[in-house]
């Protein structure tokens, strides 16, 4: 503890933490190292971790990086991170992403931008940056982010980390504070592959408070990481050989199929038509989970009040107009349009369809297949300020990552070397619902 809490003194103007839990991080290494004497001690003793300031902590501050919830104090812990504590890891801060998980640069964080440690004047990518930068700077072992959309995978690619996506409904829910609820994803970060399976076996499982977490078994993944088979690898046509992907990206990624295939692997070409709309479908019903999600926020039971306001209306109003910043704004207002009686049909019951198509397509594309390869993203990390001012180019930055969370598939990405800056590569793996072993022994393999 005393090691990363010096690390994270030195790096602090990364501004990776947005509060770090020095007196009681200590107070718990201490109780650990009595049970590692007594020989009581966890299967995560020792293991620092850093949450991301969307995850509830009993008596501790949760913002969401969010105006609309300054000083609001969680009364119990999320369950991800209690099944940390109860297996001895020690919890040494939260970490700042953008403002309920929206954004794919770390930029819309009322507690300021996190810079990328490779190159301090590019993002570290979101909206999860502060749990990547945090695993990239050695500020702690490993780091809980969400996911909903890529929030773990495209970090982790910018600033050259493992990152995981576990299936949908794999890790419980509750004390997250919701972004797209049908979407969101705990997922881990960290530098090697075994602290991340061990982390996500800990984590995983059902859980009593949240009945959409799903009651399959989980395997101990980090006992699991050999592989020796033949794997049959598809990659899809379209995510390899478009414009939108850097060039280096886009060798890095031939490279590594060909490696496969004079190993003795399966690689087959397939095509994907609907890449198109996978974008689309994704920010249609996210932002319509997000507007119904984020109308609890008005003033009367959490965080922020304002204090302009004159009678219960002015209230609702002023609190959310001052406490929700531009792009969550932007959400609510797509979502609500999107939701609305004249609308619903055209884009929302459109895009659930489309959904279903996207999650047909892949899951059939797994059963024949152990993995499809992709990107993680169509380029390296990006500089602070190239696409604040529009939307549209920031929501291009998810097009490889969304399909996976459309789908509700696990998806891992590993670092996949440098492009000429020195600036790190993400490749990115998916494989069937539930079969997150598979994926981290064949990461494990390729890494
Ligand atoms: N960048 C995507 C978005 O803004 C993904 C975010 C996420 O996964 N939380 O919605």
Same mark, same amino acid.
């Given at each position: 503890?005393?090691?990363?809490?010096?690390?994270?003194?030195?790096?602090?103007?990364?501004?990776?933490?947005?509060?770090?839990?020095?007196?009681?991080?200590?107070?718990?290494?201490?109780?650990?190292?009595?049970?590692?004497?007594?020989?009581?001690?966890?299967?995560?003793?020792?293991?620092?971790?850093?949450?991301?300031?969307?995850?509830?902590?009993?008596?501790?501050?949760?913002?969401?990086?969010?105006?609309?919830?300054?000083?609001?104090?969680?009364?119990?812990?999320?369950?991800?991170?209690?099944?940390?504590?109860?297996?001895? =890891?020690?919890?040494?801060?939260?970490?700042?992403?953008?403002?309920?998980?929206?954004?794919?640069?770390?930029?819309?964080?009322?507690?300021?931008?996190?810079?990328?440690?490779?190159?301090?004047?590019?993002?570290?990518?979101?909206?999860?940056?502060?749990?990547?930068?945090?695993?990239?700077?050695?500020?702690?072992?490993?780091?809980?982010?969400?996911?909903?959309?890529?929030?773990?995978?495209?970090?982790?690619?910018?600033?050259?980390?493992?990152?995981?996506?576990?299936?949908?409904?794999?890790?419980?829910?509750?004390?997250?504070?919701?972004?797209?609820?049908?979407?969101?994803?705990?997922?881990?970060?960290?530098?090697?592959?075994?602290?991340?399976?061990?982390?996500?076996?800990?984590?995983?499982?059902?859980?009593?408070?949240?009945?959409? $977490?799903?009651?399959?078994?989980?395997?101990?993944?980090?006992?699991?990481?050999?592989?020796?088979?033949?794997?049959?690898?598809?990659?899809?046509?379209?995510?390899?050989?478009?414009? $939108?992907?850097?060039?280096?990206?886009?060798?890095?990624?031939?490279?590594?199929?060909?490696?496969?295939?004079?190993?003795?692997?399966?690689?087959?070409?397939?095509?994907?038509?609907?890449?198109?709309?996978?974008?689309?479908?994704?920010?249609?019903?996210?932002? =319509?989970?997000?507007?119904?999600?984020?109308?609890?926020?008005?003033?009367?039971?959490?965080?922020?009040?304002?204090?302009?306001?004159?009678?219960?209306?002015?209230?609702?109003?002023?609190?959310?107009?001052?406490?929700?910043?531009?792009?969550?704004?932007?959400?609510?207002?797509?979502?609500?349009?999107?939701?609305?009686?004249?609308?619903?049909?055209?884009?929302?019951?459109?895009?659930?369809?489309?959904?279903?198509?996207?999650?047909?397509?892949?899951?059939?594309?797994?059963?024949?297949?152990?993995?499809?390869?992709?990107?993680?993203?169509?380029?390296?990390?990006?500089?602070?300020?190239?696409?604040?001012?529009?939307?549209?180019?920031?929501?291009?930055?998810?097009?490889?990552?969304?399909?996976?969370?459309?789908?509700?598939?696990?998806?891992?990405?590993?670092?996949?070397?440098?492009?000429?800056?020195?600036?790190?590569?993400?490749?990115?793996?998916?494989?069937?619902?539930?079969?997150?072993?598979?994926?981290?022994?064949?990461?494990?393999?390729?890494?």
């Amino acid at each position: 503890v005393n090691y990363y809490l010096k690390n994270i003194q030195t790096k602090a103007h990364l501004n990776a933490f947005v509060e770090v839990y020095r007196e009681s991080a200590l107070a718990q290494a201490e109780k650990v190292d009595q049970k590692i004497i007594e020989g009581k001690a966890g299967r995560l003793a020792g293991m620092v971790v850093g949450i991301k300031d969307v995850l509830c902590y009993q008596d501790h501050e949760s913002n969401a990086s969010s105006k609309i919830l300054k000083g609001y104090k969680s009364q119990y812990t999320a369950s991800a991170v209690q099944r940390l504590i109860d297996e001895d =890891a020690i919890i040494i801060g939260r970490l700042n992403c953008d403002e309920f998980g929206m954004g794919s640069s770390n930029e819309n964080s009322v507690h300021g931008r996190t810079l990328n440690a490779i190159d301090e004047s590019r993002v570290p990518g979101g909206s999860s940056g502060g749990s990547a930068v945090a695993v990239q700077a050695n500020l702690c072992t490993v780091s809980l982010g969400t996911d909903t959309g890529g929030s773990v995978r495209q970090p982790a690619a910018f600033t050259g980390v493992v990152g995981i996506k576990p299936t949908y409904s794999r890790v419980s829910r509750f004390g997250l504070i919701a972004y797209a609820s049908s979407f969101d994803t705990i997922g881990v970060f960290s530098s090697n592959i075994r602290d991340n399976a061990l982390v996500l076996e800990v984590m995983a499982g059902s859980d009593e408070f949240d009945s959409t $977490a799903s009651r399959k078994p989980v395997p101990h993944y980090s006992e699991l990481l050999h592989f020796d088979k033949q794997a049959k690898v598809a990659y899809l046509k379209e995510t390899i050989y478009t414009d $939108a992907l850097q060039g280096e990206i886009q060798s890095a990624t031939l490279d590594t199929l060909e490696k496969l295939r004079k190993e003795g692997h399966q690689v087959d070409e397939v095509n994907f038509p609907l890449l198109e709309y996978v974008l689309p479908t994704y920010y249609i019903l996210t932002t =319509a989970e997000a507007s119904s999600n984020l109308s609890r926020f008005d003033g009367v039971k959490y965080g922020y009040r304002s204090p302009n306001a004159h009678n219960l209306e002015s209230m609702y109003k002023m609190t959310r107009s001052e406490g929700f910043g531009d792009e969550v704004k932007r959400r609510i207002m797509l979502g609500t349009f999107v939701l609305s009686a004249s609308y619903y049909d055209a884009y929302f019951t459109k895009a659930q369809r489309v959904r279903r198509l996207i999650k047909e397509f892949t899951e059939n594309l797994l059963d024949k297949y152990d993995y499809i390869i992709m990107p993680t993203t169509p380029s390296t990390a990006f500089r602070f300020g190239e696409h604040s001012n529009d939307p549209v180019a920031m929501y291009l930055e998810d097009l490889y990552t969304v399909q996976a969370s459309v789908s509700g598939v696990p998806a891992i990405s590993i670092p996949n070397g440098t492009d000429q800056q020195g600036l790190p590569i993400g490749l990115q793996i998916m494989a069937n619902s539930f079969k997150e072993a598979d994926l981290y022994a064949f990461a494990n393999y390729l890494s």
